[in-house]
């Protein structure tokens, strides 16, 4: 099966070797998204429910680059460095994800990249 990399500039540049995301079939398997804003590569190291609506901003730019939508989740893991914001992220997390929820794995991990409270990654399906 033929891989192909998805781009846009309406999301943050790669910061590393890496895709913005990778189709491969009926898949779409995005890299985390930190909350980086996409005109500045400046982090918005504010608030968890900033940084959240960023991440998920980026998100929906990167799926929209291959005709997708957030409609089309179907797993995220999200990353967090306090799990003691799970409640303020998932309310804006929510809003995002209105219709089916996509399956979900969060955890707690010691750091992220450029400070960053929260990533995302997702993997969608046509």
Do not use: W
Request: a negative charge; proline letters at 4%.
């Amino acid at each position: 099966m033929e891989k192909k990399s998805i781009q846009t500039s309406e999301a943050p540049s790669a910061i590393g070797p890496y895709s913005q995301a990778i189709r491969i079939g009926d898949f779409l398997y995005t890299s985390g998204q930190i909350a980086l804003n996409p005109n500045t590569m400046e982090m918005i190291n504010s608030k968890i429910e900033e940084e959240t609506e960023r991440v998920l901003k980026n998100m929906e730019a990167i799926l929209k680059a291959d005709g997708l939508s957030l409609a089309h989740v179907i797993k995220t893991t999200v990353y967090l460095t306090d799990l003691g914001e799970f409640s303020k992220m998932n309310r804006v997390y929510e809003k995002f994800f209105e219709e089916t929820k996509p399956a979900r794995t969060c955890v707690q991990v010691a750091a992220l990249p450029k400070g960053a409270k929260i990533e995302i990654d997702a993997i969608a399906h046509t």
